[in-house]
């Protein structure tokens, strides 16, 4: 059959190309029904990942957080119809002490490899969670980015020492509010506290216990532990605040991405002997989770809901510019596109 496939060829520039793909293979198709902007989407988008990065990746179809409905599994394991989270990260190989998402062989999507533009979606079996029926699909199409917390939260249940009676997530963005949401259900009887620079972010953290503006944070509160969700620019100083409030011997989880070096003050992670946690991107395992999490506890999905900004309709290329440049102006939660191209 002939797949359309929505490339990004140059800032703000996108183009149709096709591509001849076999349906006698191993692969499931699915038809891609929402799919979510993500901010390394919008580096591509706008041109600012930088000449060698662009040179490098494009052309190539944006978007790495979707959901879609399987319209062919010649396997029979899916039913026509099932509505699935698509899994981004796709390894080669298999390590027993690294996992799938920091293997350098493996690949993804919207990274170097054509993401979830495409009318429609070629992906093996394990790249492919089933939903619960009454899910909120607009929610479930950013479920990769609640896979990110929950991967962070996985590797630092693993690393970090026992006592757990303040954590501290910097980052009022979306990662910031979806960590702090999953901390809170896994550790209940933990006080969490939410910073951030701005307050009309923060008034929307209604199930934390303190949240604090970064610059009105008392010199006598401690941490036990805490979770960087900043990113840019502003991580340095985030990173080192956390490193002022943090209890000796606790852990510090990084999660923002910055295009930057960043300084730490090194001299007191020795004295503390804070341990450092780097989290990036997910793999199966915490998209399985991610899923049971939400079946299990529905509130978590509604809390979620929260975060949709803006949905757009999508059935022309226009149509996909458009939600770019709407998203860059979005000051709070996810430009979700119901893709009906």
Not at 20 to 43: G, K, N, T, W
Not at 253 to 277: A, C, D, F, H
Request: proline share 3%; hydrophobic share 40%; aromatic share 10%.
């Amino acid at each position: 059959m002939i797949n359309q496939v929505y490339r990004l060829v140059s800032a703000r520039q996108f183009e149709v190309t096709y591509k001849d793909r076999s349906l006698q293979s191993d692969h499931v198709v699915v038809r891609p029904e929402y799919l979510s902007i993500c901010a390394a989407d919008q580096r591509y988008y706008t041109g600012t990942r930088g000449k060698e990065a662009m040179k490098a990746k494009l052309p190539m179809a944006l978007i790495h957080e979707g959901i879609g409905k399987v319209v062919y599994d010649r396997s029979g394991k899916f039913k026509i119809g099932t509505r699935v989270v698509m899994i981004p990260n796709v390894p080669s190989e298999f390590d027993e002490y690294c996992a799938e998402n920091y293997l350098r062989s493996s690949k993804f999507r919207s990274s170097g490899y054509d993401g979830f533009m495409q009318d429609y979606v070629f992906l093996t079996y394990d790249r492919l969670v089933e939903l619960p029926e009454d899910i909120n699909p607009q929610v479930a199409a950013f479920t990769e980015l609640i896979t990110i917390a929950t991967h962070s939260i996985t590797r630092f249940e693993a690393k970090a020492h026992g006592r757990k009676d303040v954590l501290g997530v910097w980052g009022d963005g979306n990662l910031g509010y979806i960590t702090s949401l999953l901390l809170k259900k896994k550790y209940p009887e933990s006080k969490v506290i939410i910073f951030g620079k701005n307050q009309y972010k923060l008034d929307h953290f209604s199930f934390i216990d303190e949240a604090y503006q970064i610059d009105d944070i008392p010199e006598s509160l401690s941490i036990d532990h805490a979770f960087e969700a900043v990113g840019g620019r502003g991580s340095e100083s985030a990173i080192n605040q956390i490193i002022d409030h943090i209890y000796p011997e606790g852990a510090i989880s990084i999660m923002g991405v910055s295009e930057y070096p960043v300084q730490m003050n090194t001299r007191m992670i020795l004295e503390k002997g804070i341990t450092l946690i780097g989290s990036s991107r997910s793999g199966r395992a915490d998209f399985v989770h991610t899923v049971e999490c939400m079946k299990e506890y529905p509130d978590i999905v509604d809390y979620l809901a929260t975060l949709i900004g803006t949905v757009q309709s999508v059935t022309t290329i226009n149509d996909i510019i458009q939600s770019f440049e709407n998203d860059l102006t979005v000051s709070w939660g996810k430009t979700v596109l119901a893709w009906k191209i």
